[in-house]
């Protein structure tokens, strides 16, 4: 069974600092995975994808993650937080086959000090 | 551009009561799931549905709930007797075709059952 591990129940950067949020994921399969994030009282957006096209993946606001088939991980960067950035992010893991359904982490609250 | 919407924002029941939660995925979509996210949970997948029948199905997805796609564009959830652990937000998602394609989600319903 697939599974995904987000280290780090929350995060708090400065406004302009690294943002590096950790994704470990478990498949017997080569997945796809994802990135979502949920502002508050909203659905789920997401940010980027990994299909098995290039290892770095851009997302939307700037922000990357690299698939490292070695160490299982799909990390997620963006160098320069903005305040903007502050919400809920969630990794999934999807298979090949069968309706595709997503497997998501416990997410990780990302907080952005002024 | 096209969005899922859900209906009602929240619903607030009696254990026992039956709830219907309403989603309109995005037109041209093929592929329709319902997650849950218990409050300070993760996201759990609760079923996929294409061709007018149940793709798969989780373990929470019990027969309690049924879900129909009673026209050409609304797609339920019914939960026949609400219990206390049923209280969530609930999301709606859809896709067109393929694992590699993005689901959109709904804003969700949140469903208090007291």
């Known amino acids: 069974a697939q599974s995904v591990t987000q280290l780090g129940s929350h995060v708090s950067v400065s406004e302009g600092a690294l943002v590096l949020l950790r994704c470990n994921y478990s498949?017997?399969?080569?997945?796809?995975l994802f990135w979502y994030v949920q502002y508050p009282n909203q659905g789920l957006q997401l940010l980027l994808k990994?299909?098995?096209?290039?290892?770095l993946v851009k997302g939307i606001n700037g922000f990357e993650a690299e698939f490292k088939k070695s160490e299982t991980s799909f990390h997620l960067t963006k160098p320069s937080a903005h305040m903007s950035d502050a919400a809920e992010y969630f990794c999934?893991?999807?298979?090949?086959?069968?309706?595709?359904?997503?497997?998501f982490g416990q997410g990780t609250r990302l907080t952005i000090n002024p | 551009e096209p969005e899922v919407t859900q209906t009602p924002s929240h619903q607030v029941t009696q254990m026992g009561q039956e709830v219907i939660l309403r989603c309109v995925p995005i037109s041209n979509h093929l592929y329709f799931y319902w997650y849950r996210q218990i409050l300070g949970q993760k996201v759990e997948f609760l079923v996929s549905f294409y061709n007018n029948e149940i793709s798969e199905k989780s373990e929470i997805f019990d027969d309690q709930f049924s879900v129909e796609r009673p026209d050409g564009s609304n797609f339920t959830l019914k939960i026949r007797s609400t219990k206390l652990e049923d209280s969530a937000m609930y999301f709606c998602a859809s896709n067109r075709a393929g694992a590699t394609d993005t689901q959109y989600f709904g804003p969700g319903t949140r469903l208090t059952v007291l």
């Open positions: 990994y299909t098995s096209a290039a290892t």
């Open positions: 999934a893991v999807s298979d090949r086959q069968g309706a595709q359904k997503l497997v």
């Open positions: 498949s017997s399969v080569p997945p796809y």
